[in-house]
T-cell receptor
Framework: DSGVTQTPKHLITATGQRVTLRCSPR?????VYWYQQSLDQGLQFLIQ???????AKGNILERFSAQQFPDLHSELNLSSLELGDSALYFC????????????FGQGTRLTVV | DAKTTQPNSMESNEEEPVHLPCNHS???????IHWYRQLPSQGPEYVIH???SNVNNRMASLAIAEDRKSSTLILHRATLRDAAVYYC?????????????FGKGTKLTVNP
């Protein structure tokens, strides 16, 4: 158990809909990172938040947005969903220092039908 | 983001040592070298990291070249449970550069 909790574990929704994925970081970790992993694809970095503020942005679509709340949990919002958004979405947390490890959740599997 | 280069795949036999190479010729002086692995259907998990000196932990050893332009992850005795994709990542120390950017990694197959 990494200490990072992602909910829900599975999500099935229709095209055009909007979903919210939730991530609770490890206690004490100020940074949250979001990744997308499509079938047989690598892990694509989407976005990083540090103590409530956006810190780094990767290949995140405009239809996607994220935020980190005062209690440090984070949510990834995906809207106007397309079939191609079907993927595993991982959240990771760390103390945001390069000399430390990051911990990953077990992911949310999103299926868009 | 500084880039790393790894072989697409490697194969090993159970109980034998495995050396997974990584090239990072554009590494900056303050970048840490991190290794993560991803088992099938799981989230990535941390393996080891280092800056300049070789590092050992219960999972593996990390050998870092003197010029830091390459490193090698060493699994001393591969088991079937070590079959995974292994990622070598540079983690910077400046704001925003400590994010983990994954490449394609090396898919390790362990034969019984």
């Amino acid at each position: 158990d990494s200490g990072v909790t992602q909910t829900p574990k599975h999500l099935i929704t229709a095209t055009g809909q909007r979903v919210t994925l939730r991530c609770s970081p490890r206690s004490g970790d100020l940074s949250v990172y979001w990744y997308q992993q499509s079938l047989d694809q690598g892990l694509q970095f989407l976005i990083q938040y540090y103590n409530g503020e956006e810190r780094a942005k990767g290949n995140i679509l405009e239809r996607f947005s994220a935020q980190q709340f005062p209690d440090l949990h984070s949510e990834l919002n995906l809207s106007s969903l397309e079939l191609g958004d079907s993927a595993l979405y991982f959240c990771a947390s760390s103390v945001s220092i390069a000399d430390t490890e990051a911990f990953f959740g077990q992911g949310t599997r999103l299926t868009v039908v | 983001d500084a880039k790393t280069t790894q072989p697409n795949s490697m194969e090993s036999n159970e109980e034998e040592p495995v050396h997974l190479p990584c090239n990072h010729s554009t590494i900056s002086g303050t970048d840490y070298i991190h290794w993560y692995r991803q088992l099938p259907s799981q989230g990535p998990e941390y393996v080891i990291h280092g800056l300049t000196s070789n590092v050992n932990n219960r999972m593996a050893s990390l050998a870092i070249a003197e010029d830091r332009k390459s490193s090698t992850l060493i699994l001393h005795r591969a088991t079937l449970r070590d079959a995974a994709v292994y990622y070598c990542i540079l983690r910077g120390t400046q704001g925003g550069s400590e994010k983990l950017v994954f490449g394609k990694g090396t898919k390790l197959t362990v034969n019984p």
